[in-house]
């Protein structure tokens, strides 16, 4: 064997051998959060921001308070690429790392396949404003939280706010409504609730798909071309929202007319469209800019310390916040957690689940938390694990997002049935039982 | 010294006949059956079966499927993926919609499901050849996540496309833990193994080898070409078929069309040619270079960076990982474009003359 050899050997072994001392020297006291993220790949410009804002307000916490009552909160990142196989990878890897919180997949095809494991491995799920829309019903599904609102609610509002732009929602009669979607579980969520609307309304809706990733359209906006919808839903992620803009501008479909959802908002979609993207509203499930409190204290206690991850710039802008809203609930969790199981402990994937359910943040306490502006108070228990079903709407002015609608909130009477049924349909086909009263309490 | 035949003389056609002549090979893949279904289950923990030892048995299994299409019978198929999930979503049905179904019987009929499949897409083989095949086999991955994707029928209805089973088992025993799971899957592959090495090593295998070689001349020498062309497609489709299935079922749990895009096809064919055209040994090593070198990369660039004082973010290592895997695979190309196989049996033959190499 050559030296060189002998030498790239040598450094591969140590490497092992490194990374090896370095888990055994992990403290006690340490909650830890498997982060998963895309960095890579179609989807990156929008997995960026999301992956950067939850670290960094890991990072803010331990910094400003020291942690949950001392206790250090870590996180390890995993690459998923946003495939399935790979994110399934990173849980398996991440799982078993002691003081394990709980685990937000980034992604509703890695969402799906996990709702199987997390039961097993009693790790709550936590998946904000995606995944799977049934999963509200927290006496079927025990371990996931779609905390906010899901895809039904989205659609719900959509169709509210577009019935209220017609003049209510009777003004909908004959009208054609078309839904642009991302072809895979994530696009094709809202179409039950849809079309349950469509039924009430006597709208007529329109299915528009475009295989992933969705940089190809054209025959999509073809459609719409010829079909001359009333209303346009653009149901994207990733570069198929930037794409659907630049298209509905080529086929000349009025931009007012284009409703995104919460995924199709943010700033990566309308950016490279500037100009060409003006008027085109999409859903809010979260304020953005940089006035709110915790966005200051990041900036303050983190990137003023050139700690923060990925550029200052971003900071505060949509999905950066929703990443820091979805860790903030994180951690929160863990906080209520230590309320009922004590104080300054090290909290099991069991005791944050519980947490996570009995979540109660008003607007005082969100206000106490900086997060005055940016969201609604929210309120979990056993039987509701979304905890608030609240969205606005906003538009894009060619330079940034203006708030431009009240609250909304999604029709109980619409969506409690559904999602009733399909949390019945998933546990005849899983040959499982609804939660009794008693497991609430556990 | 150890590796060498001398005194080991044949007498019967049958001892002549083994998969194995030699006695040295024979008690090395015993050894290693041993350390497979023994060894491994007591040492492994469950992120190894999850994320490693499942994917690479089952890929393993998938990539002696592409072998024989492709390396035996020199029929280039892109549409690999698309068995696949005719494998996945074939079982998948058969499961849900017969109660009771066992698991065994669900995937060979998921395996079957395929098999007719690749028949079907293994037509234009008859007319075209090459490049021009690849890109009509293409057609089957297209056709295929077009249709998992619009009949609802194919899904059992789900909205969203994406199913899910549970409750596996085999003869009563639960294919519930990482290690139950792993030894199905590895008991699958080597029976899998076993057929395909005896086929590829008889008359059907021969003819096959024929029509790759050279079709005018095998049909010349009384080789039907349709038959040994559709033979092959038929074989590879319904072991592609079963390693769907398998995939879906023991490895996903949960899966929707993307987990079998065109990206899997691809994948199954850097497997075949990395690991060696026309070996079943080469579906292994290919199986193992794709499935877990990008994760060894992905696991162990931090730390080797960090031995240089260098911290690299985890879009730098997935970036790096990327490119180093794409260099491999260029690399290993060059030096050995007959793939790992092919060095495996260059190994073999310098021990057997070690130590007076001629």
């Known amino acids: ?442 | 010294m150890l590796y060498r035949e001398n005194g080991q003389f044949k007498t019967t056609y049958r001892a002549d006949q083994q998969i194995f002549p030699i006695t040295q090979d024979r008690v090395a893949i015993g050894l290693m059956l041993a350390f497979a279904f023994i060894a491994v289950p007591l040492m492994a923990s469950d992120y190894l079966y999850a994320s490693i030892l499942i994917p690479l048995v089952i890929m393993s299994l998938a990539a002696i499927g592409v072998n024989i299409l492709v390396g035996y019978c020199g029929q280039i198929s892109l549409g690999s993926g698309a068995f696949m999930a005719v494998g996945a979503y074939g079982a998948y049905n058969f499961f849900v919609r017969i109660p009771g179904m066992p698991l065994i019987p669900t995937l060979i009929l998921g395996g079957l499901c395929a098999m007719s499949f690749g028949i079907l897409f293994g037509l234009p083989s008859l007319r075209v050849k090459g490049l021009y095949l690849a890109v009509a086999t293409l057609a089957a991955q297209f056709f295929s996540d077009w249709m998992f994707l619009r009949i609802k029928w194919l899904t059992n209805d789900s909205a969203s496309g994406s199913v899910s089973v549970t409750q596996l088992q085999v003869f009563g025993l639960p294919i519930q833990s990482p290690v139950s799971k792993y030894l199905f899957c590895l008991a699958v592959l080597v029976i899998v193994a076993l057929l395909a090495k005896n086929l590829v090593r008889g008359a059907i295998g021969r003819e096959w080898m024929a029509i790759r070689d050279m079709d005018v001349a095998a049909a010349v020498i009384g080789i039907r070409p349709m038959y040994a062309k559709l033979s092959a497609f038929a074989v590879s489709s319904f072991i592609i078929g079963m390693a769907g299935a398998l995939w879906a079922f023991v490895h996903l749990g949960s899966w929707e069309p993307a987990a079998f895009s065109v990206e899997i096809s691809f994948r199954l064919l850097f497997m075949v040619i990395i690991g060696g055209l026309g070996s079943i040994m080469g579906g292994f090593f290919g199986a193992a270079f794709i499935v877990v070198l990008p994760i060894a990369l992905n696991r162990f660039l931090p730390a080797f960076m960090s031995l240089f004082g260098i911290e690299i973010s985890t879009a730098g290592v997935s970036h790096a990982e990327l490119m180093i895997f794409g260099g491999l695979i260029v690399w290993f190309l060059i030096v050995e474009p007959h793939g790992l196989a092919r060095l495996w049996s260059m190994a073999k033959q310098k021990l057997r003359l070690w130590p007076f190499p001629h």
């Not at chain 1, 804002?53 to 690429?81: H, P, S, W």
């Not at chain 1, 937000?104 to 404003?129: M, N, R, S, Y």
């Not at chain 1, 001359?228 to 992620?237: F, K």
Request: with cysteine.
């Open chain 1, 1 to 442: 064997m050559k030296l060189s050899k002998l030498v790239v050997a040598a450094a591969v072994v140590a490497a092992g051998a490194a990374s090896l001392s370095t888990s055994a020297f992990a403290q006690a006291k340490e909650q830890f959060f498997p982060l998963l993220s895309y960095r890579t790949g179609p989807y990156a410009p929008n997995g960026t921001p999301w992956a950067n804002g939850k670290q960094d307000y890991i990072k803010m916490v331990n910094a400003r308070d020291g942690g949950v009552n001392g206790v250090k909160l870590t996180f390890e990142e995993c690459e998923t690429g946003y495939a399935t196989d790979r994110g399934v990878e990173c849980y398996e890897r991440l799982k078993n790392k002691p003081g394990v919180a709980l685990i937000d997949p980034q992604a509703t095809g890695i969402t799906f396949a996990l709702t199987e494991k997390v039961p097993v491995d009693k790790i709550p799920l936590i998946t904000l404003g995606y995944g799977l829309s049934v999963a509200q019903d927290g006496m079927a599904f025990k371990w996931n939280f779609p905390l906010m609102g899901s895809y039904w609610t989205g659609a719900d509002i959509l169709v509210q706010h577009i019935g209220k732009s017609a003049g209510g929602l009777d003004k909908l009669k004959g009208k054609k409504i078309a839904l642009v979607y991302h072809d895979s579980p994530f696009g094709k969520e809202p179409i039950p609730l849809l079309q349950e609307r469509a039924r009430m309304h006597g709208f007529e809706l329109q299915l528009l798909p475009v295989t992933a990733p969705g940089v190809e359209q054209k025959a999509t906006w073809l459609q719409v071309r010829q079909s001359r919808p009333d209303y346009v839903m653009l149901w994207g992620w990733g570069v198929m929202n930037s794409t659907a803009l630049k298209e509905a501008q080529a086929t000349g479909f009025p931009r007012d007319k284009l409703y995104g959802v919460w995924w199709a908002g943010a700033e990566p979609d309308v950016r490279d469209v500037g100009d060409g993207a003006k008027g085109y509203q999409a859903l809010a499930l979260n304020g953005s800019g940089t006035e709110s409190k915790v966005i200051q204290d990041i900036l303050k206690n983190v990137h003023d310390k050139g700690q923060g991850t990925g550029a200052k710039d971003e900071v505060g802008s949509v999905l950066y916040t929703r990443g820091v809203i979805i860790q903030m609930l994180s951690i929160e969790a863990v906080r209520r957690a230590q309320e009922r199981f004590g104080k300054g402990k090290v909290m099991t994937g069991e005791q944050v689940r519980w947490g996570m359910e009995n979540l109660s943040l008003d607007q005082k306490k969100l206000d106490a938390l900086g997060f005055a502006g940016v969201m609604r108070p929210i309120s979990t228990s056993c039987a509701d694990h979304m905890g608030s079903t609240w969205a606005r709407v906003q538009t894009w002015d060619g330079k940034k997002w203006k708030m431009t609608s009240d609250w909304y909130q999604s029709d109980d009477q619409i969506i409690k049935p559904l999602v009733k049924a399909g949390a019945d349909k998933y546990l005849a086909d899983k040959k499982l039982t609804r939660r009794t009263a008693a497991d609430c309490q556990s």
